[in-house]
């Protein structure tokens, strides 16, 4: 979160109690009064729910989860043993992310974002467990019908994440749509389907595309087989 951001929407979305902390740092230390961690962590996590703009919320959700590991890492033992310490340091933060994103629909794909990544770079602020944990738990609660729907919408950052999340769904009636989104929807989108697919529901996918879907079998067969779905995909675009 840069200081820039910050300020921009200090005055009309930060309530008066808590928009000191938003000064830059250098007036502040000459004030005498430099922020806490603590302020810092009230502050954006109220920026990361009120910004208007998704890439704002993103920022602030991001700061508020590294400012919250430092917090978590400083009151931990040494002398604990490293998983105590890997569970107390994200359960927490886990716990955070998941409550955030109950509150709008943006600020569930901003987490769905982060977590996917975290579990495709391997790097983050969550285990590979967790972070499976954390979308497993997000799916369920959306839901499939809000998924199918979003899945159809014309904003592409939305049906990617709901076609994330029907996949951490690992529910049967999630194949379908799936599928004819692959098919039928947006080029662009066919490889993360793809994999989404094939990940989540290898063997379910051949047998609903025979059905509902035959002229697109042979492809969908192939995807599901192939060691990489970057051919058979680029073969269905064709």
Same mark, same amino acid.
């Given at each position: 979160?840069?200081?820039?951001?910050?300020?921009?929407?200090?005055?009309?979305?930060?309530?008066?109690?808590?928009?000191?902390?938003?000064?830059?740092?250098?007036?502040?230390?000459?004030?005498?009064?430099?922020?806490?961690?603590?302020?810092?962590?009230?502050?954006?996590?109220?920026?990361?729910?009120?910004?208007?703009?998704?890439?704002?919320?993103?920022?602030?959700?991001?700061?508020? *989860? @590294?400012?919250?590991?430092?917090?978590?890492?400083?009151?931990?033992?040494?002398?604990?043993?490293?998983?105590? #310490?890997? #569970?107390?340091?994200?359960?927490?933060?886990?716990?955070?992310? *998941?409550?955030?994103?109950?509150?709008?629909?943006?600020?569930?794909?901003?987490?769905?974002?982060?977590?996917?990544?975290?579990?495709?770079?391997?790097?983050?602020?969550?285990? &590979?467990? @967790?972070?499976?944990? %954390?979308?497993?738990? &997000?799916?369920?609660?959306?839901?499939?019908?809000?998924?199918?729907?979003?899945?159809?919408?014309? @904003?592409?950052?939305? +049906? +990617?994440?709901?076609?994330?999340?029907?996949?951490?769904?690992?529910?049967?009636?999630?194949?379908?749509?799936? *599928?004819?989104?692959?098919?039928? %929807?947006?080029?662009?989108?066919?490889?993360?389907? %793809?994999?989404?697919?094939?990940?989540?529901?290898?063997?379910?996918?051949?047998?609903?595309?025979?059905?509902?879907?035959?002229?697109?079998?042979?492809?969908?067969?192939?995807?599901?087989?192939?060691?990489?779905?970057?051919?058979?995909?680029?073969?269905?675009?064709?």
């Amino acid at each position: 979160m840069t200081e820039a951001a910050a300020s921009a929407y200090q005055a009309h979305y930060i309530p008066p109690f808590v928009q000191q902390p938003f000064a830059p740092r250098t007036a502040q230390a000459a004030l005498g009064a430099p922020l806490t961690l603590e302020q810092e962590l009230i502050v954006t996590k109220h920026l990361a729910e009120v910004a208007p703009l998704e890439t704002i919320r993103l920022e602030a959700f991001d700061k508020a *989860l @590294r400012i919250m590991q430092k917090l978590l890492r400083g009151a931990t033992a040494n002398s604990m043993p490293t998983a105590m #310490k890997l #569970k107390a340091w994200e359960v927490p933060l886990l716990q955070y992310a *998941l409550d955030y994103s109950d509150k709008a629909p943006e600020n569930r794909r901003i987490v769905t974002l982060r977590l996917v990544e975290n579990l495709e770079t391997g790097t983050g602020f969550f285990s &590979i467990n @967790r972070t499976k944990q %954390g979308l497993k738990v &997000i799916a369920k609660k959306t839901g499939l019908s809000t998924l199918e729907a979003e899945l159809e919408s014309d @904003r592409d950052d939305v +049906r +990617r994440a709901a076609a994330h999340l029907l996949g951490w769904l690992k529910h049967e009636k999630a194949v379908l749509p799936l *599928l004819k989104a692959f098919c039928h %929807g947006a080029r662009s989108d066919r490889r993360i389907i %793809g994999r989404v697919l094939k990940q989540h529901y290898s063997h379910l996918a051949p047998f609903y595309a025979h059905r509902f879907l035959p002229e697109f079998y042979a492809g969908i067969l192939a995807l599901m087989e192939s060691d990489s779905e970057k051919t058979q995909v680029e073969t269905l675009n064709d």
